[in-house]
């Protein structure tokens, strides 16, 4: 844990020797004697890491470790970030959930240069909004399962707000993310934790006769990726620091599914999460659930109170998956033994249930209609996914975008999900606000990813305040990656 809650203190530190190093390298001086310093440095280079004792992989990493450090900004004061790419592929470094402009964003869909190997590039941006954000490569890795981010180009951004209302004893940051991908035929995704659960009978039959179609002409099942290695900051159950804890402790977890491709669910036994923001959003209602769950992408910040002693494991539901270490022990004080897990009883994640209760949202100035299909194994045997009939080109380029907004005015995404997939649906440099969940009415929750699932629709809505080409898709990196993106641009 120490290792990963690394200080701004002991980073600058870090950084600063980077920077020493740089002084000897005369091509460097000129530019060292006349810019200022950066405050932060990223350096995205091909490292070692040690998932378990003697389970050592190699994979593009941030400044040589994973996760990538925890960089702390403070809510509106400027910074200047150096990046530098020690590898030989052209690199995209995301700042995810931030309002930025597309020169700083980290997506060659909108326009942002590469970091070019073996060069540097430097930003400047001012963070927003507070709270859990992160950085991540937005390289498109197509078949490719060592690029993009099935590598370990994942690290947490907190953005400290200017106010903290918080009441928590510490804080623990912790990055859930799984190791050497293989592709498979077919494979599902759980989809029994959404609420709701309604699904739409016309989606449903689309999707299903589009399946029966492409089986009946010989076709096989598209490629799924599955793992061998599961990690929480980098380290497999029961080879980490443990949480250690003493009865009492209010624990603050912010907690990052950092997965290229996975759902993934989270417990403690005995214990229950206060849900405090969603994707580093404050909630209106925070509520205490015993179970969480995060799409590619999403953050949950909660709340702990710990108030049953023991040695517990604080894991995925999924038994496969946690017995291959998707999980981390949390160890009260003076308490000691084989790490315990149980079960919990059968719960379902809803995004509501966070939400404004009896609120209405502001009518929107207009309204998108998207549809979301599979091509099933029509790419080289992945499915290609499209957007209203249209899969975005697979060149990690700009295109035309399909979607026109005008400035501050409000808008209303209606997505509908035309497959049995569920999606993270993901919206560059903006937050949205869920309004309409599978039918359901809500309001106030802000989110920058939100889960759709199979055969079911959302509607979520937001204003037009950043302009610039704006990247919409999902971010299970084989949907993106095979067509499951648009653009919006304003006019
Ligand atoms: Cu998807």
């Known amino acids: ?13 870090t950084a600063g020797l980077a920077t020493g190093a740089l002084l000897l390298s005369p091509k460097h001086l000129f530019a060292a004697e006349t810019e200022p310093a950066a405050d932060y440095t990223v350096r995205i280079k091909v490292a070692p890491i040690e998932i378990a004792p003697n389970q050592i992989l190699s994979t593009v990493t941030y400044n040589g470790q994973f996760p990538g450090p925890l960089i702390r ?38 326009g942002t240069p590469y970091i070019p190997a073996h060069g540097r590039r430097r930003i400047s941006f001012t963070p927003n909004p507070a ?78 006769a589009a399946m029966k179609a492409s089986l009946v002409k010989g076709m ?55 849900v405090i923001a969603l994707d580093g959003n404050p909630v209106p209602n ?33 038994d496969d998956d946690r017995r291959h270490g998707m999980g981390i022990v949390v160890e009260y004080a003076g308490r000691s033994g084989k790490p315990q897990w149980a079960t919990p009883p059968p719960f379902r994640w809803s995004y509501t249930r966070f939400a404004k209760p009896h609120a209405s949202v502001p009518a929107p100035d207009e309204t998108f209609d998207m549809t979301f299909a599979k091509d099933n194994a029509a790419e080289e045997g992945f499915n290609r996914w499209t957007i209203n009939g249209a899969a975005y080109p697979m060149s990690n380029e700009m295109a035309p975008a399909s979607f026109h907004l005008k400035q501050s005015k409000r808008y209303r995404l209606r997505m509908r999900n035309a497959s ?42 937001f204003v037009a305040d950043n302009p610039g080409l704006t990247l919409f898709h999902c971010h299970q990196q084989l949907h993106m990656d095979f067509g499951f993106m648009a653009l919006f641009d304003y006019v």
């Open 420 to 461: 049995d997939d569920i999606h993270p649906v993901h919206l560059h440099r903006h937050s949205f606000e869920l309004t309409n969940l599978a039918g359901e009415k809500t309001a106030g929750v802000m989110k920058d990813v939100v889960m759709l699932g199979g055969y079911q629709q959302c509607e979520i809505d």
């Open 73 to 110: 900004f403070q809510q509106g004061r400027q910074v200047i970030v150096d990046i530098f790419n020690d590898t030989d592929t052209p690199e995209q470094l995301h700042w995810h959930g931030q309002i930025v402009s597309t020169d700083v964003d980290g997506a060659a869909e909108e």
């Open 1 to 13: 844990m120490e290792r990963f809650v690394e200080t701004r203190r002991e980073f600058l530190r």
């Open 131 to 208: 709270g859990l954000r992160f950085y991540h490569t937005h390289n498109r890795a197509g078949a490719d399962l060592s690029a993009g981010q099935y590598s370990g180009q994942v690290g947490p951004v907190y953005i400290e707000p200017n106010e903290n209302p918080g009441r928590y004893d510490r804080e623990v940051f912790l990055l859930l993310k799984e190791f050497e991908p293989t592709l498979s035929r077919g494979g599902d995704m759980p989809q029994d934790f959404v609420s709701p659960s309604v699904t739409d009978t016309a989606l449903k039959e689309t999707g299903e």
């Open 220 to 274: 096989p099942h598209g490629y799924e990726v599955g793992y061998r290695f599961f990690t929480i900051n980098g380290r497999m159950l029961g080879h980490g620091e443990p949480v250690r804890v003493k009865q009492g402790d209010r624990v603050l977890f912010h907690i990052l599914n950092g997965s290229a491709t996975e759902i993934r669910s989270l417990a403690l036994p005995g214990h229950s999460f206060q």
């Open 286 to 318: 925070p509520a205490n659930v015993p179970v969480l769950w995060f799409g590619t992408a999403e953050r949950i910040s909660a709340i702990v109170k710990m108030n049953h002693p023991g040695v517990w494991i604080m894991g995925d539901l999924a």
